[in-house]
């Protein structure tokens, strides 16, 4: 038998749609303006899964003047501990010096409190405590290090709503206190914000890993499309991730009959539900159970080509705007087919 041969390019799709800019998105982000003058620190969250993809560079435009804490959030759904690993958290700290940086997961005390002590060194401009805003892209896990940040910080249970989907969050929120009192000062206060698409999505694989990560809804694109993709980066990294499910193959439907049929996921007759098999396989990666990988490539070459890319983008609100209208486009295009 000849040795399985991954693909090692995945086809372009132009049809993707680019962008997922919505309108709370923006009403977000003007919110945010006003209240930046209050503001002492930004934590600005990334997928570590995709650290390059979930780089926005409206929050660097629109909310500049502010000191900076990027936190690599799902750090556990990412990394394996390998010195690949390490090395890739390295180059990344040394891209952002002197800017600086944490990795966090949500269920290591450990890098919560990491986090909870540089928020408690950073001064306060007033005597009534210091006063953090958390931003972020779409379902980043910003409400959920919040959450843990509070639990950790005063021991009390969570203040902002979580979900698997994005848009949980779809305003700012309150002031939420994550540190008690000291002499010092009254305290750190931390204010929740909506996530921020990025105003216009570079290429069709950025929109999948995205959509992959769960930054759009699964509505967006369709099931079996982004299991591809999955199964493209699965047999990039080792196919032996999905052996349990199904041989090595480079194709999706037969992929995801093999996991319909092994899973139970079939309609009447026996036939494979392929979507319901596609939804499940990608829940599954999104939950670090069938294997945990960065699906961007992270080098020094890497990120100073993102970097010149970022700044080639203006950030504005302009392009929010043709972002919006894109996502307008994409929805009507769907009801048609719908209608039909």
Excluded at 12 to 20: E, G, H, Q
Excluded at 260 to 285: E, F, H, T, Y
Excluded at 314 to 333: I, Y
Aim: aromatic share 6%; glycine share 8%.
């Amino acid at each position: 038998m000849a040795a399985f041969i991954p693909r090692r390019v995945f086809p372009t799709l132009d049809s993707l749609p680019r962008s997922y800019f919505l309108g709370h998105h923006r009403a977000g982000l003007n919110k945010m303006k006003t209240v930046l003058s209050s503001i002492d620190l930004i934590i600005e969250c990334r997928d570590y899964r995709v650290p390059l993809s979930s780089r926005n560079p409206l929050f660097e435009g629109s909310l500049a003047g502010r000191q900076r804490l990027i936190v690599y959030t799902k750090q556990d759904l990412g990394s394996e501990g390998t010195l690949d690993d390490k090395l890739r958290e390295q180059t990344l700290a040394r891209f952002h010096a002197p800017t600086p940086i944490l990795f966090s997961s949500h269920k290591s005390p450990q890098t919560t409190h990491k986090i909870l002590s540089f928020t408690r060194d950073h001064p306060a401009s007033s005597l009534t405590g210091s006063r953090l805003m958390i931003v972020g892209m779409p379902n980043v896990g910003k409400s959920s290090l919040l959450n843990a940040l509070r639990s950790a910080g005063m021991h009390k249970p969570k203040a902002a709503r979580t979900g698997a989907q994005p848009g949980i969050t779809r305003k700012i929120s309150t002031t939420v206190k994550i540190l008690p009192s000291t002499d010092e000062n009254e305290g750190v206060y931390l204010v929740d914000t909506p996530g921020v698409f990025v105003p216009y999505v570079p290429n069709a694989e950025v929109m999948l890993k995205l959509a992959l990560c769960g930054s759009v809804k699964d509505t967006i694109i369709a099931p079996a499309t982004l299991a591809d993709y999955l199964l493209y980066q699965l047999n990039l990294q080792r196919p032996s991730l999905y052996a349990e499910w199904a041989a090595p193959t480079n194709d999706v439907m037969e992929f995801l009959g093999d996991v319909a049929r092994k899973s139970g996921r079939l309609q009447k007759g026996g036939v494979p539900d392929v979507d319901a098999a596609a939804l499940w396989v990608i829940q599954r990666w999104r939950t670090g159970q069938l294997g945990r990988f960065v699906l961007d490539g992270v080098s020094e070459e890497t990120l100073e080509r993102d970097r010149i890319e970022v700044e080639g983008m203006t950030g504005s609100l302009s392009q929010a705007r043709r972002g919006a209208r894109e996502m307008r486009r994409v929805r009507s295009r769907a009801k048609g087919v719908g209608a039909g």
